[in-house]
């Protein structure tokens, strides 16, 4: 390897490292958790965070625009039946960890080490996929984007419309959810770019785990960072038996859903929207009406940690 060669290798993965510590530290400003932003829209009729959520997904896909490519390294969705039974296991699974792939980092960052067990789970599930040969193969044929950009800004600005009428009596908590959802989604759909494949759920299962399971901690880092930052002290929560049984139950659920769609919450919201996918489409919607389904019924004490 020549001396340009490493240089470059060095550039990306300063750039990689970077991207993951920002999209940590966004994460867990944000309190960026779909099963939060359900348990706000089911039990207190407050959508904000769903609609940001959306927000989240048109900034993707400005990113890939902006770049002139849509990657394709998750274009081998599985069928509709084990997609639609991945999304379903996937959201039952985040509901009964109390968070989804997303929030997992931002409680983890919280200094809440039950849901190290989360990750346990879920890399275990990954990991037992990938050496069964259970995972597909990464690809890297470039895809067209599902709406044009003009159109998807056009959303973007709707959306943030919308969520400032509904969120116009806090405008900080507008400010920093909007800040949030622009950081979330420019540095997931970027580190997408540099390293197709990539997901939070099965992130050390694809090839180069060691530079997958770099690119997790600098993201935990990040999260951790961000809660030092907006809290002052920082205080390690150590777990109960009984809270990192819940998170390990429902970590591998979610890391189950993950291999069957494949991609966790993250790579349906960042990769298969922006893409139009129509499994990915499909296993988001009974994701997260799995989660409004058990919200409904039994309850969620699921919350923001920041406003």
């Known amino acids: 390897m020549g001396g340009a060669e490493i240089s470059e290798t060095v550039i990306l993965s300063v ?10 530290f966004a994460l867990n400003r944000g309190s960026t958790c779909a099963v939060i932003a359900m348990a706000e829209l089911v039990q207190e009729r407050r ?12 900034w993707g896909a400005l990113t890939y625009a902006a770049w002139h490519l849509m990657p394709g390294s998750e274009t ?51 990991t037992v996929a990938g050496l069964g040969g259970l995972l597909p193969a990464v690809m890297a044929s470039p895809m067209s984007l599902a709406i044009a950009p003009p159109v998807a800004l056009l959303l973007l600005v709707s959306f943030a419309a919308l969520r400032f009428v509904l969120q116009r009596r806090n405008v900080t908590a507008y400010r920093n959810m909007s800040c949030a959802m622009l950081a979330v989604g420019v540095a997931y759909t ?45 205080r390690v929560k150590w777990p109960s038996f009984r809270g ?11 890391g189950v859903g993950a291999v069957l769609i494949p991609g966790g919450n993250d790579t349906m919201l960042l ?37």
């Open 15 to 24: 750039l990689l490292l970077s991207l993951a510590f920002s999209l940590g």
């Open 47 to 58: 959508p904000a965070r769903f609609v940001a959520l959306l927000e989240c997904t048109l």
């Open 76 to 126: 081998r969705w599985s069928g509709f039946g084990f997609a639609a039974t991945g999304g379903t296991i996937f959201g039952v699974g985040a509901f009964v960890n109390g968070a989804c792939a997303f929030g997992s980092v931002g409680h983890l960052g919280n200094g809440d080490t039950e849901f190290g067990f989360t990750f346990l789970g879920m890399y275990a599930v990954a």
């Open 190 to 234: 970027t580190i997408i770019l540099l390293k197709p494949g990539w997901s939070i759920a099965l992130s050390h299962a694809h090839p180069l785990p060691l530079a997958s399971v770099v690119t997790v901690a600098a993201m935990f880092a990040g999260s951790v960072l961000s809660r030092a930052l907006s809290r002052g002290n920082y």
């Open 244 to 254: 990192a049984a819940r998170r390990l139950a429902g970590g591998i659920m979610m």
């Open 271 to 307: 990769v298969g929207l922006p893409q139009g996918a129509e499994q990915a489409v499909l296993a988001y919607l009974l994701f997260a009406a799995s989660i409004a389904i058990l919200v409904r019924t039994i309850g969620s004490s699921a919350h923001a940690w920041s406003r």
